[in-house]
């Protein structure tokens, strides 16, 4: 379709209107998957409006995940999108097959402590257990107080849900409204900035340093009218940043004057195979802050538990909101993981990997140091490296059969006209290091 063909079925020459148009003609299949549309600058010419105009248009296309833009090989139309994948998360998904899967972010199921000796302990124990009703307390006492224990702060509720994600979209349905302003630490978690596209929220990006997000940054974010500040006090992911005590306190300078107009949500991700210290923000602003933390990586992504901890204003909320929907996390799941805190070999079991996750980290920066890729090794099971060029990096890879996470989805501001690639570590064994860091060395270089 020429970009005057194309322009002819444009009724409405706004931003919002070609978009528009390009979508329906997507949806009806005039316009096919690999179909490669006109230039900014062509259809502009034909519409007679601005390239700004059909710029802004094509980024809406894009963040609807209907087109793709390759720089000098142009615009071109996706396929057919997976329904259950939103668009950041098809990014990454979106890959070849490798014999070196490096992408997922999942955790090593080898380093995961034996579910089936506290299945067992549960089962027996099952006869014993309080008869669960529909409006019994969400979260079982025995994991209450392993909780409570361990949480950086005294927490007037606690509760547990389906995970971290769902975590954070359960705590900004009840924190932000349609249109707030919401500072987000950038690179970020995919999913959260999808999380955030699809409320409505408004992201503001914080940039990080290596102690954490930068204060002058989060100033001018609060600045900015921000409703909810999102921290990932460790393991960052993508960077694998952990904020130092020092940091945490700079950040609580910053929002303490407008503690009382904001909240803060913290996601605690890798939770216990975090090699640094546990911080938080809580006993620093009192009652402004939501802490959530995940059982994901370290006890098994199937569990879906993640715990959160905060106000009752926020949290009373919340487990009122879900008893309209899911209503609780198996109480079932609950008592295996309370078990699997206290197992003694289950608690060496996490421990053995977050020793093993960080020496894997350590092995692959000095590996790439020796190809003289100098990055620090993080924590968590993620390692974040900057490229030349981002499509150049992730062909050559493929070429040595080494499959790693584009670093494009994990902006919510563009990088700038170089690029990273996200290598996971959960997956990368010590025979593999050296090939991974000199094909890693490789495909950075111009």
């Known amino acids: 379709m020429s970009p005057q063909e194309l322009a002819d079925l444009v009724t409405d020459r706004t931003p919002r209107g070609i978009a528009a148009t390009i979508a329906r003609l997507v949806h009806t299949g005039d316009l096919l998957p690999g179909h490669r549309l006109p230039t900014v600058r062509q259809l502009a010419l034909a519409l007679g409006v601005s390239p700004a105009t059909v710029g802004s248009a094509w980024q809406s296309l894009a963040s609807a995940g209907l087109v793709v833009s390759r720089g000098r090989a142009g615009t071109s139309v996706l396929p057919e999108p997976a329904g259950r994948l939103p668009p950041r998360y098809r990014d990454l998904a979106d890959g070849p097959a490798a014999r070196l899967h490096l992408a997922g972010g999942t955790p090593d199921p080898a380093l995961l402590p034996d579910l089936a000796p506290a299945l067992a302990r549960v089962a027996l124990r099952a006869p014993t257990l309080a008869t669960s009703g529909y409006l019994d307390d969400p979260?079982?006492?025995?994991?209450?107080?392993?909780?409570?224990?361990?949480?950086?702060?005294?927490?007037?509720?606690?509760?547990?849900?389906?995970?971290?994600?769902?975590?954070?979209?359960?705590?900004?349905?009840?924190?932000?409204?349609?249109?707030?302003?919401?500072?987000?630490?950038?690179?970020?978690?995919?999913?959260?900035?999808?999380?955030?596209?699809?409320?409505?929220?408004?992201?503001?990006?914080?940039?990080?340093?290596?102690?954490?997000?930068?204060?002058?940054?989060?100033?001018?974010?609060?600045?900015?009218?921000?409703?909810?500040?999102?921290?990932?006090?460790r393991a960052q992911n993508p960077t694998g940043v952990s904020t130092s005590p020092t940091r945490v306190r700079e950040l609580a300078a910053v929002l303490r004057p407008a503690a009382s107009r904001l909240w803060v949500v913290e996601d605690d991700h890798?939770?216990?195979?975090?090699?640094?210290?546990?911080?938080?923000?809580?006993?620093?602003?009192?009652?402004?802050?939501?802490?959530?933390?995940?059982?994901?990586?370290?006890?098994?992504?199937?569990?879906?538990?993640?715990?959160?901890?905060?106000?009752?204003?926020?949290?009373?909320?919340?487990?009122?909101?879900?008893?309209?929907?899911?209503?609780?996390?198996?109480?079932?799941?609950?008592?295996?993981?309370?078990?699997?805190?206290?197992?003694?070999?289950?608690?060496?079991?996490?421990?053995?990997?977050?020793?093993?996750?960080?020496?894997?980290?350590?092995a692959l920066s000095a590996a790439l140091a020796h190809h003289g890729v100098h990055v620090p090794p993080g924590d968590g099971i993620n390692v974040w490296i900057p490229v030349h060029d981002e499509q150049t990096a992730l062909a050559r890879l493929e070429a040595a059969g080494v499959r790693v996470a584009r670093g494009r989805p994990f902006f919510s501001v563009p990088p700038g006209p170089h690029g990273f690639v996200r290598v996971s570590v959960g997956a990368l064994r010590s025979q593999d290091v050296e090939a991974v860091a000199a094909a890693l060395a490789a495909a950075a270089a111009p």
């Open 139 to 233: 979260v079982v006492p025995e994991l209450e107080r392993l909780l409570r224990a361990s949480w950086p702060f005294l927490a007037q509720r606690l509760t547990v849900v389906d995970g971290a994600v769902d975590a954070i979209s359960r705590v900004l349905e009840q924190v932000s409204r349609f249109g707030d302003r919401v500072a987000v630490e950038d690179p970020g978690f995919p999913p959260v900035l999808d999380l955030l596209d699809h409320l409505g929220l408004e992201r503001v990006a914080v940039a990080l340093d290596s102690h954490g997000p930068r204060p002058d940054a989060l100033a001018e974010a609060v600045r900015a009218g921000v409703r909810v500040v999102l921290l990932q006090p």
């Open 270 to 362: 890798s939770g216990e195979i975090a090699s640094s210290r546990d911080v938080s923000l809580g006993p620093l602003l009192a009652d402004r802050v939501v802490h959530v933390r995940s059982y994901s990586k370290s006890h098994g992504p199937d569990l879906r538990i993640a715990a959160v901890g905060g106000p009752a204003l926020v949290l009373d909320g919340l487990v009122a909101r879900r008893m309209l929907g899911p209503g609780w996390t198996s109480r079932l799941l609950q008592h295996v993981l309370a078990d699997l805190l206290t197992d003694a070999q289950a608690v060496e079991a996490v421990a053995h990997a977050r020793r093993v996750y960080h020496g894997r980290r350590r």
